[in-house]
């Protein structure tokens, strides 16, 4: 017991011997620094002088003291040495201190702090507002001649703002973390939902922004309708973004907005392209259910698209050029509250034929009359082209008032000319879209906490078809034209942090008129209607740290049928742990407007669709009623993303669905029922992005005047199954991916019973609807792109994409036509997909 008694003392001593050794070794290396401020009256004393400075200068400032017994001088140089302070000698008694920080270049590079992505376009502005920037395309900015220690801000839209000094440079630019904001980590479950840039909300809604856009597998550029057929329940049974089908439903049941106005063409190459430049969208928003009770049409589902909205202050731009088209973006500020925006692209084959173009002509007229001529010896020449423009005006009157003025075009043109070999004369066909939509916004902020929002809008839209037949003098003039103008009053009222009011008025006016013209035999038709609907509505909003809940009534009246429609919707989010977080979403929506789609020889078997409005009796007011719920799970970089849903759909006409078996001519009314569940898996690590996406669906129609009165949906998709990997390493980017789904119903002949006589005419003799399968549809895609940086001068991006990497001929429609030589036989007509096809961009940005 004694010998452990001093064991213990002896190992104390020892210890406490060494910690003080150690101290007093460290005091010896390390000298004791004092401030500034209390040691200056000690020098004066000692060399009989007196100090002159700002308070403000020497707050703080600590200092080592100076070795006794050595000049003034030495001094002098001793405390100028370890500070920024210049020690002046006015005369032998006074001493004048000044702050003379160092005149320096700072650079720095933001990226997010969870991803390490760079963030384009983040503000970095001095404290005292002299001064800002924008960082470019891999985050970074520069100062050139700035005061070392100057303080500046750093913000960008969904990140907390963050404050940082200017420092000597040490070499490489400093990397600059932003955290994301408190908001947008309550409204958004998941960041890089897909890729980068692709972001999961709380209120079940997708938002994209395209300045932060990763990439997909096919694309080389951030194609915005693309990029939504990639998100689950979405699908294209015939593999253009201009027939978008989200969970079952048609193209024109899908409310597409820019800006806040209505779009009626959304494709161009009749929708194997987005009409939507890129350089002109900011950001994408897609609801599939639970929407808004601002939002109104599109029983289906809704896709917003957002140009840039916020002054910038810098002259900027870009021009670029890929195997289909050319574009230009000039970004001009005009003054400090006035910034004008411009854009353009065009179709490039008015001066080269690409193998990329001659695909797509070769996909989008396969089953047309172009198609058809081309064998034949009187054809002559076809040609197609594209454009689209747009201008933006953006002006702030102050902080509480901004005006916007959008303008968007967007124009397809395709002739073709044939030859009539006896008589030598030539006859010219063609056929014409265009969508011209313009709109005003007027936004106030009156309080902190209330704020309004008016827009009005006009959209126009016009096809125009001319087919003129080279064999007999036959001239047939199609028209189908759009005119809608609207306007819109919201109003927020924010209560508290946690909840939120949001009320409004809409108007909108909405006429139709269908002209069809025939020289021989004549005829002549002309229809005209007119719908009016106003609206109001009220939503809140309530969103607190483990719970959102968004609910709101839009009530809407149609005049013309005296008619009122209210409209529930829901969106509930609640946290279940750290972990998994359970949804539910639900609403009932109803348009007046949709597309019929008439014979095949109509508008030059192209794009044979019209925009009709409802009438309430051939053409019902299209109705529906969805609801949905799941589950989110996140954790260590996983996520998974499980939604049942169930959509009922009432009001659609047999004229509207495509038939083009037994009901093709058939006009009746009826409905289709929906359901089955999605799942996503996605797996992310600071460079790879990992996808599986899983969708079932069971899509049936009820027509109660057809017979059988149920049978499966044009667009019923069983199966559907994409997995792609997205990987990035600083400026470079690649992206690979595989989509399988289950091939789309068709209606076969009757087997040894393929024709029958009508009369005096043949007509294919069709089995059960809808009771045959095509085979599965596979498709392989890539896609890569790198990144070079010019210093002050600009960036050079180098796309390069390929879809349908294997060249697979995916059969993508099936039907059936009588063989002219044998009426007895049915003739099978498939039209397949897009083959083997590359691409490749080359962008210049500044």
């Known amino acids: 017991m004694k010998n452990s008694s001093r064991n213990w003392l002896l190992t104390f001593f020892f210890t406490t011997f060494l910690f003080c050794c150690g101290a007093l070794q460290a005091q010896e290396e390390e000298p004791n620094k004092v401030l500034l401020k209390e040691l200056l009256p000690s020098i004066e004393e000692v060399y009989e002088v007196r100090f002159s400075y700002r308070e403000q200068d020497l707050a703080g400032l600590e200092v080592t003291k100076p070795q006794p017994e050595i000049t003034l001088q030495e001094v002098i140089d001793h405390l100028e040495s370890q500070t920024l302070l210049n020690f002046e000698v006015l005369d032998e008694r006074y001493i004048a201190i000044t702050y003379s920080p160092a005149i320096i270049d700072y650079c720095g590079i933001i990226v997010d702090s969870q991803t390490g992505e760079p963030l384009q376009g983040a503000t970095v502005q001095a404290a005292d507002g002299s001064d800002y920037t924008v960082t470019n395309a891999n985050g970074k900015f520069l100062f050139s001649g700035i005061t070392e220690g100057t303080e500046f801000i750093i913000r960008f839209l969904g990140y907390r703002e963050t404050p940082v000094k200017a420092t000597a440079p040490g070499g490489d630019c400093s990397t600059i973390f932003l955290e994301p904001s408190i908001v947008a980590l309550q409204e958004a479950i998941v960041v890089n939902y897909l890729t980068s840039g692709i972001s999961k909300k709380q209120d079940g809604s997708t938002f994209i922004n395209t300045a932060r856009f990763g990439t997909l597998p096919g694309q080389i550029e951030p194609d915005v309708l693309q990029t939504v057929e990639a998100l689950p329940g979405v699908e294209s049974v015939n593999e253009t973004v201009s027939n978008i089908n989200i969970r079952g439903g048609t193209s024109d049941q899908n409310l597409v907005l820019f800006d806040g106005i209505k779009m009626y063409l959304t494709g161009h190459f009749f929708g194997l392209i987005s009409a939507f430049n890129p350089n002109l969208t900011s950001e994408v928003l897609v609801t599939k259910n639970g929407s808004s009770a601002r939002l109104s049409d599109g029983v289906s589902g809704t896709i917003e698209i957002f140009s840039k909205d916020q002054l910038s202050g810098k002259f900027a731009g870009g021009v670029g050029i890929n195997l289909v088209s ?32 001659n695909n797509y002509f070769s996909r989008t007229f396969q089953d047309s009359e172009i198609a058809f001529s081309s064998d034949d010896e009187n054809f002559e020449d076809s040609n197609f082209s594209y454009y689209d423009t747009s201008l933006k005006l953006l002006y702030d009157l102050n902080e509480a008032q901004k005006f916007r003025f959008s303008l968007m075009q967007v124009h397809n043109e395709l002739g073709y000319t044939e030859l009539n070999s006896s008589s030598e004369e030539t006859r010219r066909s063609n056929l014409g879209q265009d969508n011209l939509a313009l709109g005003g916004t007027w936004k106030a902020d009156w309080r902190s906490s209330f704020s309004t929002e008016a827009i009005t809008y006009l959209t126009h839209y016009r096809l125009e078809a001319m087919n003129h037949s080279v064999n007999v003098d036959q001239r047939l003039i199609q028209e189908n034209e759009v005119l809608e103008t609207g306007f819109k009053l919201k109003t927020t009222k924010t209560f508290t942090p946690y909840f939120q009011l949001l009320s409004g008025y809409q108007f909108s006016e909405v006429g139709v008129s269908n002209i069809e013209n025939l020289n021989n035999p004549f005829f002549s038709s002309t229809i005209k209607n007119v719908i009016r609907n106003h609206a109001v509505y009220a939503e809140g909003t309530y969103s607190g740290e483990t719970t959102f809940l968004r609910g709101g009534l839009r009530l809407n009246y149609i005049s013309k049928f005296k008619e009122f429609l209210v409209e529930p919707r829901l969106s509930f989010n609640q946290e279940l742990g750290r972990k998994v977080s359970f949804k539910a979403l639900a609403e009932i929506k109803s348009q007046t407007t949709s597309q019929i789609i008439d014979l095949q020889e109509d508008f030059l078997g192209v794009e044979n669709r019209r925009w009709i409005l409802a009438d309430n009796e051939t053409y019902p007011i299209i109705k529906s009623k969805q609801v949905s719920a799941g589950f989110d799970f996140k954790a260590r970089g996983w996520y998974l993303d499980l939604e049942a849903y169930y959509k009922f759909v009432e009001g659609i006409s047999t004229s509207n669905q495509g038939f083009q078996d037994q009901h093709e001519f058939i006009r009746t009314s009826g409905s289709y029922t929906a359901k089955g569940f999605e799942v996503l898996i996605n797996k992310k690590t600071r460079a ?63 087997e040894d019973d393929e024709t029958r006589r009508e009369g ?35 960036t050079l991006t180098i796309g390069l994409g390929i879809q349908n990497l294997l060249d697979r001929k995916n059969i993508i429609n099936r039907y059936y036509r009588v063989n002219e030589n044998s009426p007895q036989e049915a003739v099978e007509v498939n039209n397949t997909s897009l083959g083997f096809t590359p691409n490749a961009s080359l962008r210049f940005s500044f």
């Open 760 to 794: 005096n005419n043949w007509v294919v003799n069709y089995a059960t609807p809808n009771a045959a399968v095509l085979p599965s549809f596979f498709r392989v895609d890539l896609s890569s792109s790198y990144k070079m940086e010019f210093e002050n001068s600009g």
């Open 688 to 750: 790879l992005h990992t996808y599986l996406n899983y969708t079932f669906g069971k899509n049936d129609y009820t027509f109660e005047e057809l017979t059988p009165s149920t049978f499966p949906n044009n667009f019923d998709i069983r199966h559907s199954v994409s997995l792609a990997a997205n990987y990035s390493y600083r400026n470079f980017k690649f992206s690979a991916g595989g989509y399988l789904r289950s091939g789309k119903p068709y209606t076969r002949p009757v």
């Open 326 to 357: 050319a574009d230009a973006f000039l970004q001009v500020p005009v003054s400090e509250k006035l910034e004008l925006q411009v854009s353009g692209r065009r179709s490039i084959n008015d001066f080269v034929n690409t193998p990329t173009y």
